[in-house]
């Protein structure tokens, strides 16, 4: 199994900050990784796919990056609605892992 | 609209059985992998089972193997979850996932439904 570390696990921050959230991987899997925004009693929603790619609807100060195993969620201009927990996926081989959550705080 | 309604959850004792169900409805369901994805209260996600479209591909976690089986009715549209020998462990709510074809990442989610395992 390709195991993940998802850091920081608590973030606090300001509206309007510029916050970094990192996902490491055990091995490589090139660019098949995904993003994810869970807010308190829904489901997880999608935001970002291919390590780079944004999903249809989510705004673009939403951004990911890398491939291999160093990857990458970057929110440009932190806004209200944005508090939340973020958990990165690798989609590149079974069993999938979920790295294991990064929440974000008001600070 | 793509929706996945997931039901079935609920309270069961340990070594009990569960079949939690996800109606699709929005979409062509034939052509869609899926998957399930499971979270304990406080705990993160943790992906618990895929199938292939066809019903012929099928993974699981280590943590479920041999004791959960998911299957899937194109004809009705749903996808299914037989949880057998069921412990405190596989308390969570556990949610259908629609995976993007070619690669795999899953863009809709259901709202889950919660099953708890407690005598």
């Known amino acids: 199994a390709i195991w993940m570390t998802q850091s920081p696990s608590l973030l606090s921050a300001s509206t309007g900050d510029r916050v970094t959230i990192s996902c490491r991987m055990s091995?490589?899997?090139?660019?098949?990784l995904a993003w994810y925004q869970q807010k308190p009693g829904k489901a997880p929603e999608l935001l970002i796919y291919?390590?780079?790619t944004l999903q249809s609807g989510v705004p673009s100060r939403f951004s990911g990056s890398g491939s291999g195993t160093d990857f990458t969620l970057t929110i440009s201009c932190l806004q209200s609605e944005d508090f939340a927990t973020y958990y990165c996926q690798q989609y590149y081989s079974f069993p999938r892992t979920f790295g294991q959550g990064t929440k974000v705080e008001i600070k | 609209e793509v929706q996945l309604v997931e039901s079935g959850g609920g309270l069961v004792q340990p070594g009990g059985s569960l079949r939690l169900s996800c109606a699709a409805s929005?979409?062509?369901?034939?052509?869609?992998?899926m998957n399930w994805v499971r979270q304990a209260p406080g705990k993160g996600l943790e992906w618990v089972s895929y199938?292939?479209?066809?019903?012929?591909?099928?993974y699981y976690a280590d943590s479920v193997k041999g004791r959960f089986t998911i299957s899937r009715d194109n004809a009705k549209n749903s996808l299914y979850l037989q949880m057998n020998s069921l412990r405190a462990e596989d308390t969570a709510v556990y949610y259908c996932a629609r995976d993007r074809p070619p690669s795999g990442w899953s863009d809709y989610w259901g709202q889950g439904t919660l099953v708890t395992v407690s005598s």
């Open positions: 291919a390590a780079s």
């Open positions: 091995q490589g899997i090139s660019s098949y």
């Open positions: 199938i292939s479209s066809s019903g012929s591909t099928i």
């Open positions: 929005g979409f062509t369901f034939s052509s869609y992998e």
